[in-house]
């Protein structure tokens, strides 16, 4: 979706996902989505330890297939791991059981109970399916769109600063196609938030 912030309806539609934590509360969650990748993942790891910040990753399970290093470095240093599918799937193109059944394969290697679905979208019944098979769904409240062609650096942290409030849930990605506009933001994004008072939780 082409938006920083959730729509209303989205809410309505996915009623007991998490879209924001508590909002009284000066706390921001860090997300990273489609990881976890040599290329990028173990340099977001680095930028973390600096500001002593932990996040959840939703990963996608043939990523950690193919790099189970990366894998083991972002649970070695203490972060949440999410289920991002195993094959980055949207749900509109699959039914209910295969999209099930990708989220399962995903899950023999990740053992999480959490889930995010790719592009953010998924079928009511695909919706429901996974929710029955324990997981807790979490979607943003601030998604960065550092994925964007149209969007640099600078952008990106702009819309940290306009949109975060108390209780975000902070989407970014730890993928090639975000790497040149993380290399700006991600830094200066937590310098930002706890310049603001923030604290960083983890889901």
């Not at 002593?52 to 083991?72: L, Q, S």
């Not at 470095?73 to 295969?98: L, M, P, W």
């Not at 998604?143 to 969007?151: E, K």
């Amino acid at each position: 979706m082409f938006i920083e912030q959730p729509a209303p309806y989205l809410r309505w539609i996915y009623p007991h996902a998490l879209w924001r934590m508590g909002r009284y509360d000066q706390t921001i969650y860090l997300t990273f989505d489609d990881g976890p990748i040599p290329e990028v993942t173990p340099w977001v790891l680095g930028v973390l330890q600096h500001y002593g910040v932990k996040a959840t990753f939703f990963m996608v399970g043939d990523n950690v297939r193919k790099h189970p290093e990366e894998f083991k470095q972002v649970k070695d240093a203490g972060h949440r791991i999410g289920n991002h599918t195993y094959h980055h799937i949207g749900g509109f193109r699959h039914g209910t059981s295969s999209y099930l059944r990708d989220v399962e394969e995903a899950n023999k290697l990740l053992q999480t109970d959490l889930f995010r679905p790719p592009h953010g979208w998924m079928k009511t019944r695909q919706y429901r399916s996974v929710r029955r098979a324990g997981y807790t769904i979490v979607m943003w409240d601030l998604v960065t769109r550092d994925y964007s062609r149209h969007l640099n650096g600078r952008d990106v942290l702009r819309n940290v600063r306009r949109y975060a409030r108390p209780g975000s849930i902070i989407t970014f990605h730890d993928s090639l196609k975000s790497h040149d506009k993380l290399l700006y933001a991600l830094p200066r994004a937590i310098e930002w938030l706890q310049e603001q008072g923030y604290r960083f939780g983890l889901l």
